[in-house]
């Protein structure tokens, strides 16, 4: 079956750190993998996302997510944390059997000044 | 930039209770979705939609339905609210072009059933 885990519940980091934010995938075909982010009291908003091509992904906010096939990873990275990025943070993998989207439970980011 | 907007942001509703919720996109995509999202368990696919008049059951249909009379709009319905059925909404479109088109959300609604 098609899944995608986020294996932390919370993540912790001082302001200016570099961030890191897991997501490992399960799929029978190639992935298709995206992060979403909501702020507080707020829909989601789209960060980016990986169909083919470079392994590293840019996307808004200056946020980037590392694809790695061997791990089956797309983890959610950033180099240097700020306090407004404290949010929660979804990854996502295509389903391939009706093409929607299966989601993780979700990353509580959380940046202290 | 694409607007989604729900119609309530907060309701209370009692068991028992028919309840609407109102979705508009204001960017003519063809795309509408109906999630609810519970602590722990991510975003979870009620409905969809690919066009007007057209629906699809999502992962959790039971106990909801959904209305898509015009483009822009995009009901879900709860015909008999349970406790259950507590949770955060959203709504959600996307363009026709691909399936890997990024979803625009609405800021959903929390819907508390007592």
């Known amino acids: 079956a098609q899944s995608v885990a986020q294996p932390e519940d919370q993540v912790n980091v001082a302001e200016g750190n570099p961030l890191t934010v897991k997501c490992t995938y399960s799929?029978?075909?190639?992935?298709?993998l995206f992060w979403y982010v909501q702020y507080p009291n707020r829909g989601l908003q789209f960060l980016l996302k990986?169909?083919?091509?470079d392994n590293l992904v840019k996307g808004s906010y200056g946020f980037e997510a590392e694809f790695n096939k061997s791990q089956t990873s797309f983890h959610l990275k950033k180099p240097s944390a700020l306090v407004s990025d404290s949010a929660l943070y979804f990854c996502a993998v295509r389903d391939d059997s009706n093409y929607q989207l299966i989601w993780g439970a979700g990353t509580k980011l959380i940046i202290k000044p | 930039d694409v607007k989604v907007t729900q119609s309530s942001r907060y309701l209370v509703k009692r068991t028992g209770e028919k309840v609407f919720l109102e979705c508009v996109q204001d960017?003519?995509?063809?795309?509408m979705f109906w999630y609810r999202q519970d602590p722990g368990l991510g975003l979870r696919l009620i409905y969809f939609s690919y066009d007007v008049k057209m629906k699809e059951k999502g992962d959790i249909p039971e106990g909801y339905s959904v209305s898509r009379e015009k483009k822009e709009r995009f009901s879900l319905i709860l015909e008999s609210a349970s406790t259950n059925q507590t949770s955060m909404y959203l709504c959600a479109s996307r363009m026709t072009a691909g399936y890997n088109s990024p979803l625009h959300f609405g800021n959903g609604t929390r819907l508390t059933v007592t």
């Open positions: 990986y169909i083919t091509g």
């Open positions: 799929v029978s075909g190639n992935p298709y």
């Open positions: 960017m003519d995509h063809e795309n």
